[in-house]
T-cell receptor, first 117, second 114 residues
Framework: DQQVKQNSPSLSVQEGRISILNCDYTNSMFDYFLWYKKYPAEGPTFLISISSIKDKNEDGRFTVFLNKSAKHLSLHIVPSQPGDSAVYFCAASPANAGGTSYGKLTFGQGTILTVHP | DTEVTQTPKHLVMGMTNKKSLKCEQHMGHRAMYWYKQKAKKPPELMFVYSYEKLSINESVPSRFSPECPNSSLLNLHLHALQPEDSALYLC?????????????FGQGTRLTVV
């Protein structure tokens, strides 16, 4: 049972345009969500995160939106650059019994983003 | 310093060999993790250490043996592996508490079992 789903295996956008990557989750115990970027044969690089008490978090060109009722989040990259071409993973973390989030991450399958010059 | 360092970067081992993967971080993180990533798949959690104690074992076979000698180091001892254990092994670390926890990953060790 896949608890975190990224239904688009790939996405291709033109440089300067917006990239929108989507992620859905099924486990209502998840309360912290993260996006990672990964190049081949390297470890994932943390990009941006959002807590379930928020619906938006912005960091430079990256914005993450969370729709808790729909169990859906998205990552917006604007403007997209060729260097953004990579695999993007959505990940989710549950709250532990003490009410604080814990770093046990469940990853989606990833979306390959290609940004064309 | 937000770096997690893993050694070696590449490892080829036979099914009868014993080898170890090493991971080091100096961010003061008290939680450390081993993940396994097969080709075209997402990373999957194997083990979690919190304050140098094993807190989560995701039903990993005993041929994988983790060790946390101190708060900065994490090892993964390998023995009698199978070819299907070939994968990218990722170490990560994070704060142990707080409203949100970002895990920082190392570059990984590409393991090939022959």
């Amino acid at each position: 049972d896949q608890q975190v789903k990224q239904n688009s295996p790939s996405l291709s956008v033109q440089e300067g345009r917006i990239s929108i990557l989507n992620c859905d989750y099924t486990n209502s115990m998840f309360d912290y969500f993260l996006w990672y970027k990964k190049y081949p044969a390297e470890g994932p690089t943390f990009l941006i995160s959002i807590s379930s008490i928020k619906d938006k978090n912005e960091d430079g060109r990256f914005t993450v939106f969370l729709n808790k009722s729909a169990k859906h989040l998205s990552l917006h990259i604007v403007p997209s650059q060729p260097g953004d071409s990579a695999v993007y993973f959505c990940a989710a973390s549950p709250a532990n019994a003490g009410g604080t989030s814990y770093g046990k991450l469940t990853f989606g399958q990833g979306t390959i983003l290609t940004v064309h010059p | 310093d937000t770096e997690v360092t893993q050694t070696p970067k590449h490892l080829v081992m036979g099914m009868t060999n014993k080898k170890s993967l090493k991971c080091e971080q100096h961010m003061g993180h008290r939680a450390m993790y081993w993940y396994k990533q097969k080709a075209k798949k997402p990373p999957e959690l194997m083990f979690v250490y919190s304050y140098e104690k094993l807190s989560i074992n995701e039903s990993v076979p005993s041929r994988f043996s983790p060790e946390c000698p101190n708060s900065s180091l994490l090892n993964l001892h390998l023995h009698a592996l199978q070819p299907e254990d070939s994968a990218l092994y990722l170490c990560a670390s994070s704060q142990d508490r707080g409203q949100g926890v970002e895990a920082f990953f190392g570059q990984g060790t590409r393991l090939t079992v022959v």
